[in-house]
């Protein structure tokens, strides 16, 4: 037998399938998704790898090189499902990467195969002839002395760092000590050992007390046992400090078959701080309807994902736990996605609450040892129900039966690092091939995914009304032109602040929007116009005054604020724009009886920060809650009345052709926490472009009449979803380097395109700079591609032989190439 795999090894052979022969002992120990050793380049050592594929012999023939055995199978089970391998094998075409990207995604952070090279002794010391021993000068005899001597394997960086490697090289040549690999699987998991009273001694002392006199036992070892007949099994650690009892009592009882010792793996479950009340919920007959629908075409085994569309408040994460709950009692297992999991806290709790025990949750913040302990738990069959950000649809679940993605149309279901995966392309894939139940969910569907459910591919399920029965909250626009032109120069308007004092007068809890943390956007010199910018990007500061520091939000550099500018001298340092620091220093100011909370990425840096703040909030410890988009998703307070938002336009400047739908969606997603419990509520929207179509459109709670402007416009340009936009990034430290590359890419697909007879004229846009042409000290030119008229697979094809297959005959050494399939910014 002979196998095909992908090595565990980045560089030029992370896209290549290896062939390796079977020993005769693996065969029936081996098969698709394994884990591997296996013996690579001239030394042979050893690397980890996943069989990709099983050959037999004939297909292996007619080679001119000799094909290298497999050293070992590490794990008694395949770590990757045949499914899962061919997913990889997917994702590898559809997003233009590498099978080594892609296994990544699959690959559990608790395994590793640690590699060392050491050095042996061929002979033992009798064997060892006299002439072989006179052969041997003082430097040669001292190596074969420590060789002979150790009674552990000896590395080859350890022996050459103590000796001459010329002298370890002659002992080589005089085939006296030889090099050999050894490897040591690790993983990265969490042992607990658990103390119990052996079995027939608990039954002897249970039926005769006075038995426990015969045993002979210290004041501590008595006490000990007397604790385990009443508990059946104690940590060892937890045991120690709750009777004070030494290392040495316990291993001396263990000794003498007392007490038993037994170490298992334990699951290191994330700290959950929010907690929810446990009630049952009626579903309307709107919801019911839903579930319904969706139960049916389970049952029917249909192919076709659901999109749902609901009003904010709608009650759609009740459907969704309904969903779970039916699959559950079918046997299959559910994984629920969210954008962020740190901003869901309520949505965890919901589901931990209905599911118990069965549920784990799966996110970036997780530490690699939680991380290991979720897809070890997964795999086992312990947790059936996941509630994780995009990367939880890797987790290996034996019968997955429903994928829920909440939120369907928040950008961080696309992936920013390769490969540039979408999580919803992924779940329909699962969908089409596994007979996987998937089901989005959305007050705001993207542009694209509402276009498929208008044209039959997804199947449209809409909850137009609130769970409650409320009134969708009455929005008021306020023109802040007018507001300047009064001589209102504050980022709040009058009538916000008037709405303001009044609701929080009655007891009622107030949020406060803006999508721009910091204090300031920037900082200048009102002398000289000098501006505040990184040193590593091209981009300014932004200001944050709380900690006296210019921050970039791309790649973290910081700067001190000086008192007088680097360039004139002067005194005159002011701040220009408004971020959320500079809100809360406002809202303080106005309202200082009034608790204040500011929820963004710099007051939410430490671990659980996001909890801590929504928990306190949630109690009414405060008024007031002022914060980014972090405030749009998920987030449920029933005794908020009124959403203010500051800059409701600040997204519709952007150079992007998505910008209008983003604005649409945080308007709609934002106003939506206000009046979700018993009270109404109301939101004042401040804008100085109060005419456009996407402002009006969210004001009004009119999705479809903004769908259908946004729509033609997409159309009328060519953009997504009635054309696939690839976009390839070319970054280097050197901006000509990074320019030239940006070129010769565009040359040599315009040269294999025009070979086709394709028109490549309206194809490719560029190259041209990035609108942030430098990020992190390196250069940015980009290189835009629509297949008009192309067939999109013909593209992807040319566009990976280029970049990926040729990389090192037409690119430079260094440089560094993205590449994303209908990306969501060309920033």
């Given amino acids: 037998m002979y196998v095909d795999v992908i090595l565990r090894q980045k560089g030029r052979f992370s896209d290549m399938l290896f062939s390796y022969r079977v020993p005769d002992s693996l065969e029936n120990k081996i098969d698709i998704g394994y884990r591997v050793s296996v013996p690579f380049g001239k030394s042979n050592k050893p690397i980890e790898a996943i069989v990709n594929n099983l050959k037999s012999e004939n297909e292996s023939e007619g080679t001119d090189f000799e ?125 607990i050992k658990t103390v119990y009273l052996d079995e027939d001694l608990k039954c002897k002392i249970q039926m005769d007390s006075d038995y426990i006199n015969c045993l002979k036992l210290g004041k501590k070892q008595l006490e000990t046992v007397n604790f385990l007949i009443l508990n059946d099994a104690v940590e060892q650690s937890a045991l120690l400090d709750l009777l004070g009892v030494s290392n040495q009592t316990i291993k001396s009882l263990e000794k003498k078959g007392i007490i038993k010792i037994k170490e298992e793996s334990h699951f290191r479950a994330p700290r959950q701080f929010l907690t929810v009340e446990n009630k049952k919920i009626d579903l309307n007959s709107q919801q019911r309807e839903v579930v319904d629908r969706i139960i049916e075409g389970i049952r029917e085994q249909s192919r076709k994902p659901y999109l749902i569309h609901g009003v904010t408040g709608s009650g ?28 869901t806290p309520q949505t965890i709790a919901r589901v931990k609450n209905r599911f118990g025990n069965i549920v784990g949750v799966f996110h970036s913040q997780l530490s690699e040892g939680e991380k290991y302990d979720v897809f070890r738990e997964v795999k086992n069959g312990n947790i059936r129900v996941v509630i994780g950000t995009r990367s939880a649809i890797f987790l290996p679940f034996d019968s997955l039966g429903l994928i829920i993605i909440d939120e369907e149309h928040d950008f961080s279901y696309k992936s920013e690092k390769t490969p540039k995966y979408d999580a919803i392309e992924v779940a329909r894939y699962k969908a089409f091939k596994s007979n996987v139940a998937v089901v989005l969910g959305s007050a705001t569907p993207s542009v694209p995914d509402y276009y498929n459910a208008k044209n039959g591919d997804y199947e449209l399920l809409e909850l137009n009304k609130r769970a409650n029965n409320n009134l969708m909250p009455e929005i008021s626009i306020v023109d802040m032109r007018k507001e300047l032109h009064s001589g209102n120069s504050s980022p709040l308007s009058k009538e916000l602040v008037a709405k303001m004092d009044l609701e929080l007068k009655k007891g009622n809890q107030v949020i406060l929007f803006l999508n721009k943390r910091g204090y300031a956007n920037f900082m200048e010199c009102k002398d000289c116009g000098h501006v505040f910018k990184c040193k590593n990007c091209d981009i300014t500061l932004t200001n944050h005054k709380s900690l006296k520091k210019g921050i970039c939000h791309y790649c973290g550099y910081e700067e001190h604020i000086p008192e007088r500018c680097p360039k004139c001298n002067m005194t005159n340092i002011g701040s220009v724009g408004v971020g959320t620091e500079k809100i809360e220093e406002l809202v303080s ?83 939506g926490r206000a009046g979700r419990g018993e009270k109404l509520g109301q939101v004042v929207l401040q804008t100085y472009n109060t005419e456009h179509f996407a402002i009006r459109s969210a004001a009004n709670y009119d999705f479809k009449g903004f769908y259908e402007t946004e729509i033609k416009l997409r159309k009328t340009f060519g953009y997504e979803p009635f054309n696939n936009i690839i976009r390839v990034v070319f970054a280097n430290s050197d901006e000509s380097v990074a320019k030239e590359n ?72 260094g440089i560094d190439i993205s590449i994303e399939i209908n990306p969501n910014t060309f920033i």
């Fill in 742 to 813: 940006s070129f010769r890419f565009r040359d040599t697909l315009k040269y294999l395109m025009e070979e086709k007879g394709i028109d490549s004229v309206r194809s490719i846009l560029g190259p041209n700079e990035c609108s942030i042409r430098m990020i992190n000290n390196k250069f940015r030119w980009q290189v835009i591609i629509k297949n008009h008229g192309v067939d999109i697979k013909l593209l992807k094809s040319m566009i990976k032989y280029i970049c990926i297959k040729k990389y090192e005959n037409v690119f430079s050494k």
């Fill in 67 to 191: 094909i290298k055995e497999i050293f070992d199978v590490l794990g008694d089970e395949p770590l990757i499902s045949r499914e899962n391998m061919e997913l990889i094998s997917w994702m590898r075409d559809r997003y233009i990467c590498t099978y080594l990207d892609c296994l990544n995604l699959f690959f559990p952070k608790g395994y590793t195969l640690n590699s060392t090279k050491i050095v042996k002794p061929v002979f033992s010391i009798e064997e060892l002839t006299v002439e072989q021993e006179m052969s041997l000068d003082q430097a040669e005899r001292k190596i074969i002395n420590e060789l002979y001597l150790s009674k552990e394997d000896v590395s080859y960086d350890s022996l050459t760092s103590r000796h001459s490697k010329s002298k370890l090289d002659s002992l080589i040549s005089k085939g006296l000590v030889n090099i050999q690999w050894s490897y040591k699987e690790v993983v990265n998991e969490k042992k």
């Fill in 589 to 671: 100011n106005l309202f200082p009886n009034h608790k204040t909370l500011r929820m963004d990425r710099d007051s939410t840096k430490k671990k659980n920060g996001v909890q801590k703040i929504l928990e306190k909030f949630n109690k009414g410890e405060a008024d007031i809650l002022i914060g980014t988009q972090m405030l749009s998703k998920g987030h449920d307070f029933a005794n908020v009345t009124l959403v203010g938002i500051i800059s409701a336009d600040l997204m519709l400047n952007f150079p992007d052709f998505k910008s209008y739908e983003q604005t649409f969606q945080l308007i709609t997603q934002v106003s």
């Fill in 316 to 343: 759609k994460t009740e459907v969704f736990l309904e969903l779970i709950e039916y699959v559950l009692s079918q046997g299959m297992e559910s994984v629920f996605l969210v954008p962020e999991i740190a901003l």
